[in-house]
């Protein structure tokens, strides 16, 4: 059993930034590639960023130079630093972690960026 969960979450007013985590922890063997992704209100969910176990990362180049991805192996969390927020950014934001051959979801965390 694999338990992912994000954090960081909440209301910010436009302009502003927020870090959001993501815990992976239970029965993970090896933790290759964790990721954020984003589901707005009437939208599908889409890719915000990737990272993988040696650090390389990929990202929508719509939110390059404003969100930066990051992870912490020894504990198995992943970071999310997002800067300059917009209304449109707001959504809710799912953590993914995979551990082969299995992908595992977070419940996801509230961001809302209203003035």
């Known amino acids: 059993q694999v338990r992912v969960v994000e954090s960081g979450g909440g209301l910010v007013q436009p302009g502003g930034s927020l870090r959001l985590s993501c815990a992976a922890s239970?029965?993970?063997?090896?933790?290759?590639?964790m990721g954020w992704y984003r589901q707005a209100p009437g939208k599908q969910r889409e890719l915000v960023a990737i990272?993988?176990?040696?650090?390389?990362?990929i990202y929508t180049d719509s939110l390059k130079g404003r969100f930066t991805i990051s992870r912490d192996n020894a504990k198995n969390t992943v970071y999310l630093q997002m800067n300059t927020l917009k209304p449109e950014d707001t959504a809710v934001y799912y953590c993914?972690?995979?551990?082969?051959?299995?992908?595992?979801w977070g419940r996801g965390t509230q961001v809302t960026v209203s003035s």
């Open positions: 990272i993988a176990r040696d650090g390389s990362t």
């Open positions: 239970g029965s993970i063997f090896s933790l290759n590639v």
């Open positions: 993914k972690a995979h551990s082969p051959p299995n992908d595992y």
